[in-house]
């Protein structure tokens, strides 16, 4: 049966329709992130307790087929992790505005000092002594070197200053 090029155009475009939103979405809808955050934090992008800003529009997550799960990150709740909890599945930290107190920015590590480095992630901590090999004031990210690797036989990590003596290396 020949159909007239009209007849074929419409069905070309009736196809193209049905499979046009499939094949258009194949990212993750940046903007209902962004709304996750805001239920999570309880505060709209910009305000205190809220997201610093909304997510940036450059990203190009997968489609989650799974309800996102969001966390705290740290315990100065200055970021929000946003997972897709899919096999493979991708994860992101979004900056918050801390309702904590601002800490001093006064160095409370010492270059060369004896830390407890804890490993933390989803259900566990594990700690190890290490050594600062920078200065830092709590909530920022110095290098460290774990106390059992010894002297220049591993690489440094980065960790962040919890309190006075404790630094903390987060795991995804």
């Known amino acids: 049966m020949i159909r007239p090029p009209l007849a074929i155009a419409a069905l070309t475009l009736a196809v193209l329709g049905a499979a046009g939103p499939a094949m258009a979405a194949p990212f993750a809808d940046l903007a209902a992130i962004d709304r996750e955050v805001a239920l999570f934090t309880g ?4 305000e205190g307790g809220g997201a ?15 309800p996102l ?5 740290g315990p100065r709740h200055d970021a929000v ?3 897709c909890p899919v096999p493979g599945g991708w994860h992101i930290y979004v900056p918050a505005q ?3 107190p601002a800490h001093s ?3 409370v590590v010492a270059r060369g000092e004896s830390l407890t480095v804890m490993v933390e992630g989803e259900g566990f901590a594990v700690s190890e002594a290490g050594e600062a090999l920078e200065p830092g004031a709590e909530g920022e990210w110095i290098r460290v070197r774990m106390a059992s690797a010894g002297p220049g036989k591993a690489e440094p990590l980065r960790a962040r200053i919890v309190r006075p ?3 903390s ?4």
């Open 69 to 73: 799960a969001l966390g705290w990150n």
């Open 105 to 107: 920015t006064a160095p």
């Open 43 to 46: 505060a709209e992008p910009g």
């Open 81 to 83: 992790v946003v997972r």
């Open 169 to 172: 290396v987060p795991l995804p």
């Open 98 to 100: 801390s309702l904590t």
């Open 165 to 167: 003596g404790l630094v």
């Open 52 to 66: 610093l800003r909304p997510v940036d529009r450059r990203l190009r997550l997968a489609a989650c087929a799974a």
